[in-house]
């Protein structure tokens, strides 16, 4: 039906067969209109884990309101706060902001579980078509999101960021990071970008592909490198936490080092194995020698220090490979019980 038939005003000396079929097209317009259903807002799912955060909760939350603002033509934002049994004030304030704000939403486990369970579950509940991760210290700069969808819409599917420097941090820190990165690149099939944060935008398709693993023992840094896709990096200098104290320290970080070390490697196996050969084919050597000596020039076998450093030398190096199958063989044992992730006391 042509446009410039519809809406015509009614005039008195319009033939009353005219003035009948604008008054039917005027009646079809308004019911079309009405029966029309405006697009849809593009949804971004921001995922942001808490353990103890009261201080930094508002501030984080008041940066990233601004931002919604900013992007109100873009896309819709849905909040997900995942408390991780903090034992502070965490809770009530996440309990205020689902109340005042509609898009704000939160789960609260039964006790602590890790960051890995919290990133699982905001993960699982998220609903957008893209979906962020964030932490809630500031740390991860919010002004970055809009490059991050601008990326996106270049046809990338996961656009990551990375620090381009440690500023700040303790250098025993920095260098365990780093020395962490090259070790696991050299060994391991999977590439973990030195400096990457867990912070990233990703479409649905990757996040279900996440999902889809169901492994209990998780390294989300692997998982997001393993599962793939058109990846990008924007790089920023880092930033100092604003509020609060972080909850990580040498010893959490080296066994969250360790786990994803052996989530993402079989090379300490291959080198548990080489060890024991090479320790073996040195043995072998070392008693022909000692029975050529004997039998040749009759050089007597004395010292008993050189006998129990040489024992404690392989008792060591036994125990080190042990440790590494043990090591893996945990992992099979955690697997097999089939205990949830994580375990949701409350939600909104």
Known sequence: MPSSFLFYPFDRTTPM??????YINFCVTIALKSHVKEKPMTLLSIIVPCFNEEKTIFPYFEEMRQLETSMTNQLAFEYIFVDDGSKDSTLDILRDLAARFPNVHYLSFSRHFGKEAGLLAGLEE???????????????PPELLPLMYAKLKEGYDVVGTRRQNRQGEPLIRSACSNL????VNRLSDTEIVNGVRDYRLMTRQVVDSILELGEVNRFSKGIFS?????????????RQRQHGKSK??????LHY???????FSE???????????????ISILAILFIIIRKLLFGDPVSGWASTVSIILFMGGIQLFCMGIIGKYISKIFLETKKRPVYIIKEKQ
């Open 17 to 22: 067969m005219d003035r009948i079929l604008k």
């Open 126 to 140: 998220a609903k957008g078509n893209f979906i962020t991760v964030m932490d809630v210290d500031l740390q991860d």
């Open 180 to 183: 962490f990165y090259k070790l």
């Open 226 to 238: 393993w599962v793939g896709y058109r990846t990008t990096y924007i790089s920023f200098d880092n």
């Open 248 to 253: 990580w320290n040498f010893w959490s970080l």
């Open 257 to 263: 080092s360790l786990d994803g070390f052996i989530n």
């Open 267 to 281: 090379m300490p196996l291959t080198i548990a194995i080489w060890t024991g050969t090479f320790s073996f084919l």
